[in-house]
């Protein structure tokens, strides 16, 4: 479950719900979620209720007070039968409360069902398939050894990945009648950095690499990922900017002295970065470094993705 604010400033931690309620691959780890557990795995009204009075609560007003902010908040929630009553989501001074949408609207104004939930399942699907890739192994067995801190650690890397652009969007058919005439207002009046970055927007390009997984992806799952993943990953400016950058024109190896530079193979990179992630979870290092790592692991796999050999392992796989 995910919960953002409409300016998309403040996006706090995603809640996780498993059957296992001390997972052994937890052991020394810092949760970057919210972990919570019952014998099935769903949502249920006391979980809400304590997701709610106990991580909701206390972080918009830490937010909230760093803001300088007056202390009150709305929840927006959807007709979800694990939703508890609005009067039972109240905070004691009432300055904190819950609002339902109208039945049947959830499609159409919830703005987590605007991209931002789908968006951060691509990204997740994304960097799952990177680790696969990235491994050595048979891809049997790299999936089997995929575990709950593991699928943690890329959904909290995905959920990072979220612009805050993309998020106010999603709050667009809400706010529609507060800030319709914005999205009119005459473009010689805007600052020359808001024009820039509707120009990149518009005029975005999908490099080679970022084709190829998702025609990878199609042939793997066509009926979970379409054309529509192309529009949602350009207008992705830090994953178009960041594999730019690491799949760039290769053919350079010497420097400005003009000795010859042995260039280093995607390879290479791969096989050292999956390395250092090992190494930072046998030390128990900061997760968020772990999480960077992971980053930088997924531009070199999608750098190399585009390599016939790693298209037809994975495919001849899925088609078994």
């Not at 207008?235 to 002295?257: F, M």
Request: with cysteine; aromatic share 8%; hydrophobic share 40%.
């Amino acid at each position: 479950m995910g919960c953002v604010n409409a300016s998309g400033c403040h996006k706090l931690k995603p809640l996780v719900i498993g059957k296992s309620k001390n997972p052994r691959c937890f052991k020394n780890f810092i949760n970057p979620v919210v972990y919570k557990s019952n014998k099935n795995a769903w949502m249920t009204g006391d979980l809400f209720k304590t997701w709610y009075f106990q991580h909701f609560v206390p972080e918009v007003r830490c937010f909230l007070r760093a803001q300088k902010l007056p202390q009150k908040a709305i929840l927006l929630l959807d007709n979800a039968p694990s939703h508890p009553p609005a009067t039972e989501l109240t905070t004691e001074d009432g300055m904190i409360f819950v609002k339902f949408l109208p039945p049947n609207v959830t499609p159409l104004l919830q703005p987590m069902d605007q991209n931002i939930l789908r968006l951060t399942k691509v990204y997740y699907r994304k960097s799952l398939l990177s680790s696969i890739v990235s491994s050595e192994e048979a891809i049997a067995v790299a999936l089997k050894k995929i575990s709950l801190k593991d699928a943690i650690l890329h959904l909290s890397a995905a959920w990072d990945k979220l612009d805050v652009t993309v998020i106010k969007k999603c709050w667009k058919n809400i706010f529609s009648g507060f800030d319709g005439d914005k999205e009119n207002e005459d473009e010689d009046n805007l600052p020359l950095s808001i024009l820039q970055l509707k120009l990149r927007n518009e005029k975005a390009f999908v490099p080679d690499a970022i084709k190829d997984t998702i025609n990878l992806l199609q042939e793997i799952a066509p009926a979970e990922y379409s054309a529509a993943d192309v529009e949602d990953w350009t207008k992705d400016e830090k994953a178009v900017v960041g594999l730019e950058d690491v799949s760039s024109d290769e053919s350079d190896n010497d420097n400005e002295s003009g000795t010859h530079i042995e260039k280093i193979s995607h390879s290479d990179v791969i096989r050292a970065l999956n390395m250092a992630i090992e190494w930072c979870n046998q030390n128990s290092m900061n997760i968020s470094e772990i999480i960077t790592l992971k980053k930088i692991l997924e531009q070199a796999v999608m750098a190399k993705i585009s390599q016939k050999n790693v298209q037809k392992k994975i495919t001849d796989f899925f088609h078994l």
